[in-house]
Nanobody
């Protein structure tokens, strides 16, 4: 089992930055690809970014160039630095862990409870 706890969400003005954190406990963190997903009201959950155990990262086109995912294996923590935020980034953001990796949520075995990000215009 892997337990994931997100933090760092909140209210921010459009154009501003916000950094999300996800602390993991349980099985060896470094073995997992860590991903961020988000779900806006009335919409399906969608992939945002992921980072493999080796540090390879990939992003959804909608956030590429604005968001940066990173991980600190010594602290069992993954981060999502979000810059130039837009109102359409408003969503509940979820951290997830996968042994397989990828952009599909079905590949992720463990999920956090989510943290709300609201971007005001």
């Amino acid at each position: 089992q892997v337990q994931l706890v997100e933090s760092g969400g909140g209210l921010v003005q459009a154009g501003g930055p916000l950094r999300l954190s996800c602390a993991a406990s349980g099985r060896p963190f470094s073995s997992y690809t860590m991903g961020w997903f988000r779900q806006a009201p009335g919409k399906e959950r969608e992939f945002v970014a992921a980072i493999s155990w080796s540090g390879q990262s990939y992003y959804a086109d909608s956030v590429k160039g604005r968001f940066t995912i990173s991980r600190d294996n010594a602290k069992n923590t993954v981060y999502l630095q979000m810059n130039s935020l837009k109102p359409e980034d408003t969503a509940v953001y979820y951290c997830a862990a996968s042994l397989a990796g990828g952009t599909s949520e079905v590949l992720y075995d463990y999920w956090g409870q989510g943290t709300q990000v609201t971007v005001s215009s």
